[in-house]
């Protein structure tokens, strides 16, 4: 018989209990250093090779185990603003960079486990964005998606999740997460929408984007601040780089010019100029030299400024001005503008404090429910095999979640524990079917099957109840319902067979 | 005669009449929620993530009492609350909330703390006035939603009508009480609140599935030993379930306010379905049972 070895059931409990250990990864209690989230790409480390998941095991000879050591290493390097030379070693290579300022990359802790908490609990910000006056659809959205993506590399933000949400009424939202940042930053990014056009008189000849303008120079000799001086009491820097233009846009601009004439005040030049917008505001006008009446160019020099109360101050706003007006000549620019409908930002301090709380909350009730159940039934045997159950069920929740990398926010984890709340519930269910004794003439697998049709129609209940949830509110309680789904799927399909069998065995003993 | 025989035979006598008990308070919660309804306009007080506007939570024991007042002059709709850990008597964070937008709130604030707020030492929640409605209308939707499909899974497994009513009965009865409990404590509803009553649906039915196939499908013992020992394990699920839920409020009370408001309804939801099961849906069941001819 069966009886005394292991049965099937608790085999495969057994099994997707151990490859849930390999899907949470808790080999991050193990390891030191710190791994690196972004780099940001106008950098001496981005030239030099470093790049995002790198780990960084010691910096100049000391010993970098964790974001503190990090922090104070660094600090410590950079005291003044002079040119100093600094080693990092990571875990394959060694990377040398000479620099006055701090390398621009972000690290942080390596992750302990795979598992990834949401924004709520670990700090961020997020936004909910709409087009302005106009629903978009479903391609629309996943354009917008990708130039935002794009846009957010290239001013070198790590850790940012930008993706679609779609609510019950059928509207199409873009949301997007990012761990670190502040609002400000955020909103800037988003109130930026970027809309670049150049224009000569009346008539675009080209926008920002790969298919009017196929490279845009950002390094070297053809990308930089060239002057600096005072004008009308202020600070102002200009910079310049060059662009090159596609075929289709080239020969428009040659057709546009074509129909120019020569400037009479100023002979060497068009009548009319190449003005730049962006966002509508005028950013540079461009004076045509006469030589290029009807020419298809492909290269073009494109000009800007900043200013600033001090010579810094320009530099660093021209610097900036130049970086953003080339990133969306690269991105491209959006048809319409963007709206913020929410917009958040959360504390990484209190975050750390509530997800303490909700770790504490578990073992609590893990107690509870333990002391519960015990003085019910009066049986060892059988409390440790519901609290095993439930622990069980709450592991392997957390191992799907991390398989797919869901971020659980504070909803996720208040889904989890009401998810294991209906796995004891069924749990007693079966214990209580199978202790049925006396007048009860029907053999044990009838109880159980019993006990069955009570968890497995609670089961389709639960789940049929939070479906809904997968789409309303933009997508922000998908969390809340999928954990809860998670947790009774797995209980219905994993631990609560192999319970029974547990049960089945302990009955049998009596 | 034994103990058990006699609250047999107490219960076979009364049972039609104990209806009444829930029916009332039914019928009670039911005109309470109408009256809110004109008076409010919508069926629950609604928090800001449901009307739009900013929640800027201070992290830290600060004197909140005295920001309170000095926000009152500039923002006449600000409302402050404290979360406090129970265990050290501390405050984990003040909540203020506001219809006005961050721009406006956070110099405010600022001002008056004397130093700027960061990512550090507070969150900065705002919602848009058309998001929130929005949110509120599909929550609402999804609520309706989600009931249906609780009353279709129930129809699927019991196949017969009154039995099945009697459960969806109960259900609704659990919405209705519980959401007349929540508006009479004066409590804002926010999504995550609403989303909890999505999960009452599926979470509450199940002590009700557990007494009816007792009672329908089992057919040993008496039905009224099938209805006491489906009341036994029913009130071990209950107390069960409550375990898990109410240490939010006494144990480990520093938590998000979208966790512990989900906490709270269920807990309240579970209270009401103690009655709605074992007072509504078991006499209705037993009712139907002896018109059957059930034993």
């Known amino acids: 018989m069966k009886t005394s070895s292991i049965p099937m059931r608790v085999w495969i409990l057994i099994i997707v209990l151990i490859c849930s250990v390999i899907a949470i990864a808790p080999w991050g209690y193990f390891e030191q250093g710190v791994v690196i989230r972004g780099v940001d790409k106008n950098s001496t480390a981005f030239d030099e090779g470093m790049k995002t998941g790198m780990i960084i095991t010691s910096i100049n000879g000391e010993t970098v185990n964790n974001f503190q050591d990090y922090t104070r290493v660094i600090d410590s390097t950079y005291p003044t603003g002079n040119k100093t030379g600094i080693k990092f070693v990571t875990r394959d290579a060694e990377f040398i960079l000479f620099d006055s300022e701090p390398p621009k990359i972000t690290v942080a802790n390596i992750p302990k486990t795979r598992i990834k908490t949401g924004l709520d609990l670990s700090g961020g910000a997020r936004a909910i964005v709409k087009a302005e006056n106009k629903s978009l659809d479903s391609n629309e959205l996943s354009d917008l998606i990708s130039i935002t993506s794009n846009r957010f590399n290239e001013f070198g933000i790590a850790d940012i999740s930008v993706r679609p949400v779609t609510d019950l009424s059928g509207n199409n939202f873009m949301l997007i997460e990012v761990a670190g940042a502040t609002t400000s930053d955020l909103n800037n990014l988003i109130a930026e929408q970027g809309k670049f056009e150049a224009k000569v008189g009346n008539t675009t000849i080209f926008i920002g984007g790969l298919e009017d303008i196929t490279y845009v120079a950002r390094t070297g000799e053809q990308s930089g601040i060239y002057s600096c001086g005072a004008y009308q009491g202020e600070e102002v820097c200009s910079f310049r780089f060059t662009i090159t233009l596609s075929e289709k846009a080239a020969k428009k601009q040659a057709a546009t010019t074509d129909l120019l004439t020569i400037d009479s005040t100023n002979p060497e030049y068009l009548s009319e100029k190449l003005d730049l917008y962006l966002d509508d505001n005028l950013v540079d006008s461009l004076s045509i030299s006469k030589d290029l009446k009807g020419k298809e160019t492909t290269q073009i020099m494109i000009q800007g400024s900043g200013k600033g109360a001090t010579r810094q101050d320009a530099y660093v706003d021209a610097q900036n001005n130049m970086k953003h007006l080339q990133t969306i000549l690269i991105t491209g620019s959006l048809p319409y503008k963007l709206e913020i409908v929410k917009i958040d930002t959360i504390s990484p301090v209190l975050g750390k404090e509530f997800l303490n709380n909700i770790i504490l909350l578990g073992f609590v009730v893990f107690i509870g429910v333990g002391l519960t159940i015990f003085l019910r039934y009066r049986k060892l045997k059988i409390t440790i095999g519901v609290l095993v159950t439930m622990f069980a069920e709450a592991f392997i929740t957390l191992a799907v979640a991390a398989l797919i990398k869901w971020n659980l926010d504070a909803t996720s984890l208040a889904g989890l524990i009401a998810g294991i709340g209906t796995g004891v519930n069924d749990q007693i269910v079966i214990v209580d079917e199978a202790l049925s004794g006396g007048a009860d003439s029907r053999s044990l697998k009838e109880k159980l099957k019993g006990a069955f049709f009570v968890i497995l129609t609670a089961f389709f209940l639960i789940v049929a109840a939070m479906i809904p949830l997968f789409w309303a509110g933009a997508g922000l309680l998908k969390g809340f319902a999928l954990t809860t789904i998670l947790g009774v799927s797995i209980g219905v399909l994993i631990t609560r067979p192999a319970f029974s069998e547990i049960v089945r065995h302990l009955v049998k003993d009596k | ?295």
Not at chain 2, 92 to 116: C, F, N, Q, R, Y
């Open chain 2, 1 to 295: 005669m034994t103990q058990e025989t006699k609250n047999l035979d107490w219960y076979n006598k009364w049972y039609k009449q104990i209806l009444v008990v829930p029916a009332i308070f039914f019928i009670i919660c039911l005109a309470y929620l109408a009256y809110f309804y004109s008076v409010h306009g919508a069926f629950i007080y609604k928090d800001i993530s449901l009307t739009g506007g900013t929640t800027v939570t201070l992290i830290g024991d600060i004197d909140i009492k005295s920001i309170e007042p000095l926000l009152k002059q500039e923002f006449s709709d600000i409302s402050v609350r404290s979360l406090t850990d129970i265990r050290t008597g501390k405050a984990v964070s003040h909540i203020i909330e506001t219809s006005a937008k961050p721009e406006d709130i956070k110099p405010a604030i600022e001002k008056i703390l004397g130093h700027p707020l960061d990512e550090k030492n507070s969150n900065i929640e705002f919602t848009g006035s058309s998001l929130s409605s929005s949110f509120y209308n599909q929550l609402i939707i999804s609520l309706i939603i989600s009931f249906i499909l609780m009353s279709f899974v129930v129809f699927i497994s019991f196949r017969t009508f009154v039995p099945s009513t009697a459960i969806i009965f109960a259900a609704l009865g659990d919405i209705i009480m519980t959401l007349a409990i929540i508006n009479f404590l004066g409590i804002n509803i926010s999504a995550a609140g609403i989303a909890a009553f999505l999960m009452l649906i599926g979470y509450s039915v199940d002590t009700d599935v557990l007494l009816t196939s007792r009672a329908l499908r089992r057919h040993t013992y008496t039905l009224n030993e099938r209805i006491f020992g489906a009341f036994k394990t029913g009130i071990l699920m209950t107390t069960t379930a409550l375990v898990a839920v109410l240490p939010v409020f006494f144990i480990v009370t520093g938590l998000p306010d979208s966790f512990r408001q989900i906490f709270l309804i269920l807990a309240i939801g579970l209270f009401m379905d103690i009655f709605n099961t074992w007072m509504t849906n078991a006499s209705i069941i037993k009712w139907y049972c002896d018109k059957k001819g059930i034993k």
